[in-house]
């Protein structure tokens, strides 16, 4: 495996210093939401790395990678509305403290800005306009406050610890629940794909689903854009692999 891979240039979260405690759901939470959160990091670093390596005659790649970019932005759309939609207002009914994920609202507003500039661009650019030196700058432009919030918001779960255990793990599960009624035609196959398996010495299960479904997202959901699965960093089955497109022939 290269050295450039999809886990720099924005660093992933670990897990180590709270996934193993099974004392109060809010750790499960943290670890769960850490690994879905390194899935949207790993996706934006294979973005950022793959966008200026791209041979700007290779028309059919480059449509290719910009149905992914629309993608990666429709995944985060999903997660982060899903979140303020459901989980959110579910802790704070738990916790009875009145804006107590008003800070990560705040961290979702702050990254809205560049973050809509960047999904406008790959949902109106046509392949021969493509400019990868753009799409890295786009990216930089919200990257540094998405990235903070993505971290941050893992020990505002952990501090959920003070509260009923129980009630914290029915709020993410209907959160989860609410994931899950996605597009499965453009989510499910870059959310498998940039899932890595083995991250942390292959402790964590994660997306946890029976061994069939990769084969039906493979096999069913992700025909239909297929040629846009290729910029994952992972298989559907959750295998690290080479990113498609790495230094060497960098678009001018």
């Not at 990091?41 to 200026?52: C, E, K, P, V, W």
């Not at 005659?57 to 979140?83: G, K, T, V």
């Not at 990235?147 to 029915?170: N, V």
């Amino acid at each position: 495996m290269s050295s450039q891979w999809a886990d720099k240039p924005y660093s992933l979260i670990s897990t180590d210093p709270f996934s193993k405690d099974s004392s109060h759901a809010a750790y499960y939470v943290a670890t769960q939401m850490a690994l879905a959160h390194n899935g949207i990091l790993r996706g934006l670093n294979s973005i950022y790395l793959q966008a200026t390596q791209i041979p700007r005659e290779d028309l059919i790649a480059i449509r290719d990678f910009l149905i992914y970019c629309q993608c990666w932005c429709e995944s985060m759309h999903h997660h982060h509305d899903a979140e303020e939609e459901v989980f959110f207002p579910s802790v704070e009914l738990i916790s009875g403290v009145h804006g107590i994920m008003e800070r990560n609202i705040e961290q979702h507003r702050a990254f809205t800005p560049g973050f809509d500039l960047f999904q406008e661009y790959s949902r109106t650019c046509l392949p021969k306009d493509y400019d990868g030196g753009k799409i890295r700058s786009l990216v930089e432009g919200f990257a540094e406050p998405l990235t903070r919030h993505l971290h941050d918001e893992i020990d505002t779960l952990r501090g959920l610890d003070m509260y009923d255990s129980e009630r914290i793990r029915q709020a993410y599960q209907s959160f989860e629940k609410t994931l899950m009624a996605t597009d499965n035609y453009r989510i499910a196959p870059l959310v498998f794909g940039t899932a890595d398996r083995s991250f942390e010495g292959g402790i964590h299960d994660f997306p946890s689903v029976p061994f069939f479904v990769p084969y039906i997202i493979h096999y069913v959901f992700a025909r239909r854009h297929r040629g846009a699965w290729r910029f994952n960093p992972c298989t559907i089955w959750r295998d690290r692999r080479e990113l498609a497109f790495k230094s060497g022939n960098t678009i001018p």
